[in-house]
T-cell receptor, first 113, second 116 residues
Framework: KQEVTQIPAALSVPEGENLVLNCSFT??????LQWFRQDPGKGLTSLLL?????REQTSGRLNASLDKSSGRSTLYIAASQPGDSATYLCAVCAGFGNEKLTFGTGTRLTIIP | DAGVIQSPRHEVTEMGQEVTLRCKPI?????LFWYRQTMMRGLELLIY????????DSGMPEDRFSAKMPNASFSTLKIQPSEPRDSAVYFCASSQAGFTSTDTQYFGPGTRLTVL
């Protein structure tokens, strides 16, 4: 059974700093890995999707990397802003034809102005 | 597009009552997902449909839970009878499944269910 872990559960950093969020998964046979953002009381918004054949994806100040063999992914946020404060969840997709996502428990990020 | 629409946004009911949650996926999407989110267990997939057919219902906790998708634009998740441990936020999501691995899921705002 796939297990996804995110450490730390919470993180606070001063505005302007670069930061890295971590995600690890137990079964390396994944189809893709996604990073989502969740604001309080809201649904999830997809940030980045990395295919199993890719090593990284970038969108603006966000960069996600994937190392399937070690079962790890990171989300790098450059020049953090207070608007980046949210919970970040990673999720792995089991395989082609099976869209089931297994989510981590998330990292609650607070950017201090 | 209005995005994924869920109703109601909040539901408070008493133990033993029937609860029905509703979802309208994004037009043109052919996969629909129901998730439950709690502090203790995080975000869990309950069931997902592809082309209105249930594909994986292994996450449905027990027979008290049932889900239907009578057409491409509507789905329901029913709990009967409800119990206090069913209190959670229930999310619906949809995607355009295809033969690429770039099909992300779009989430609705969720229904916060409280069972007293």
């Amino acid at each position: 059974k796939q297990e996804v872990t995110q450490i730390p559960a919470a993180l606070s950093v001063p505005e302007g700093e670069n930061l890295v969020l971590n995600c690890s998964f137990t079964d390396s046979a994944i189809y893709n890995l996604q990073w989502f953002r969740q604001d309080p009381g809201k649904g999830l918004t997809s940030l980045l999707l990395i295919q199993s054949s890719q090593r990284e994806q970038t969108s603006g100040r966000l960069n996600a990397s994937l190392d399937k063999s070690s079962g790890r992914s990171t989300l790098y946020i450059a020049a953090s802003q207070p608007g980046d404060s949210a919970t970040y969840l990673c999720a792995v997709c089991a395989g082609f034809g099976n869209e089931k996502l297994t989510f981590g428990t998330g990292t609650r990020l607070t950017i201090i102005p | 597009d209005a995005g994924v629409i869920q109703s109601p946004r909040h539901e408070v009911t008493e133990m033993g009552q029937e609860v029905t949650l509703r979802c309208k996926p994004i037009s043109g999407h052919n996969s629909l997902f129901w998730y439950r989110q709690t502090m203790m267990r995080g975000l869990e997939l309950l069931i997902y449909f592809n082309n209105n057919v249930p594909i994986d219902d292994s996450g449905m906790p027990e027979d008290r839970f049932s889900a239907k998708m009578p057409n491409a634009s509507f789905s329901t998740l029913k709990i009967q009878p409800s119990e206090p441990r069913d209190s959670a936020v229930y999310f619906c999501a949809s995607s355009q499944a295809g033969f690429t691995s770039t099909d992300t899921q779009y989430f609705g705002p969720g229904t916060r269910l409280t069972v007293l």
